[in-house]
């Protein structure tokens, strides 16, 4: 019995590593997207070509994402914004963001 539950965990663990890596094929193709928007201007367009693609729509999967409309048109919102992913995910990044809604809502 012990083994089969080490067994699952490790199975688990090894599901987790692996959808880690297809987000992180997300954050690269997003990366990609927004150098091609600020280098050609065709960004948002570039990123749901590849959403819609079969192996865009299997890397969202793999990563946990569904693969519908709704999350193309956010992919496509956030390369039209021109932030970076690692500066979108940056800590400062955060508290600025919140500052901003803050300030909005008084």
Request: hydrophobic share 40%.
């Amino acid at each position: 019995m012990k083994d089969f539950v080490d067994g699952t965990a490790f199975n688990n663990e090894q599901g987790n590593r692996a959808r880690k890596l297809f987000a992180a094929v997300v954050l690269a193709a997003l990366d990609d997207a927004i150098a091609d928007d600020k280098k050609y201007g065709n960004g948002p367009e570039q990123i749901a070509r590849w959403a819609r693609s079969r192996d865009g729509r299997e890397v969202l999967s793999c990563a946990g994402i569904d693969p519908n409309e709704r999350v193309v048109g956010g992919l496509m919102e956030f390369v039209s914004k021109g932030v970076r992913t690692s500066v979108a995910l940056s800590r400062e990044e955060s508290e600025r963001r919140h500052a901003a809604e803050q300030a909005e809502a008084a």
